[in-house]
């Protein structure tokens, strides 16, 4: 069954970096493109990047872009955020999430149970 | 950037009613239109893509219709289970754009 396992969040003071990782299992991770979406406590869903099955591809929320990374390792099954200058609004629980490719366009099916990022001194 | 609008926030059913929930783009998506379930303290769940079409293994009390920029969610035979918040979200052009949710609970 397809499984996907957020890490790596914790507890980091505003600008500082943090790398979360989604590990993916029972599907063929390399044909998929897989997105990262964030809650911030109490509010509502915000996506937050995208990277294509062959990681050629890469877009980002204006609300990241410039300190955001996404990447990928497709012989480790595995997914990456690499975060910098974190601020105080990047506190959220991250979900990574996989999509599906149809009709020129492609939307999530299947999300992690997501890890938690705070950023505060 | 497509700004994406749910009504109503929040709603109060009993078991068994049948509840609709609005989704409303800010321009046409044709059907580019996805809903999500998260229950309390859970991640989210895909229910619905291409605006009417149930992802493998939801149940088919829960339908949705609609195109270009309107879109509704309908519960049939609310159930305790479903005490949720539901989001809308548009996958037409990035940056996907998520509704700001509609809390649905039990009377």
């Known amino acids: 069954q397809v499984q996907l396992v957020e890490s790596g969040g914790g507890i980091v003071q505003p600008g500082r970096s943090l790398r979360l990782s989604c590990a993916a299992s029972?599907?063929?991770?390399?044909?998929?493109?897989i997105h990262w979406v964030r809650q911030a406590p109490g509010k509502g869903l915000e996506w937050v990047a995208v990277?294509?099955?062959?990681?050629?591809?890469?877009n980002y929320a204006d609300s990241v872009k410039g300190r955001f990374t996404i990447s990928r390792d497709n012989i480790k099954n595995t997914l990456y955020l690499q975060m910098n200058s974190l601020r105080a609004e990047d506190t959220a629980m991250y979900y990574c999430a996989k999509e599906v490719y149809s009709d020129s366009s492609a939307y999530l099916d299947f999300w992690g149970q997501g890890t938690l990022v705070t950023v505060s001194s | 950037d497509i700004q994406m609008t749910q009504s109503p926030s929040s709603l109060s059913a009993s078991v068994g009613d049948t509840v609709t929930i609005t989704c409303r783009a800010s321009?046409?998506?044709?059907?580019?239109l996805a809903w999500f379930q998260q229950r309390p303290g859970k991640a989210p769940k895909s229910l619905i893509y291409a605006a009417s079409s149930l992802h493998s293994g939801v149940p088919s009390k829960f339908s949705g219709s609609g195109s270009g920029t309107d879109f509704t969610l309908t519960i049939s035979r609310l159930q305790p289970e479903d005490v949720a918040t539901y989001y809308c979200?548009?996958?037409?052009?990035?940056?996907?754009?998520f509704g700001p949710g509609s809390k649905v609970d039990i009377k």
């Open positions: 029972g599907f063929t991770f390399s044909s998929y493109g």
């Open positions: 979200q548009q996958y037409q052009s990035y940056p996907f754009t």
């Open positions: 990277i294509s099955y062959d990681g050629g591809n890469k």
């Open positions: 321009q046409g998506i044709t059907n580019y």
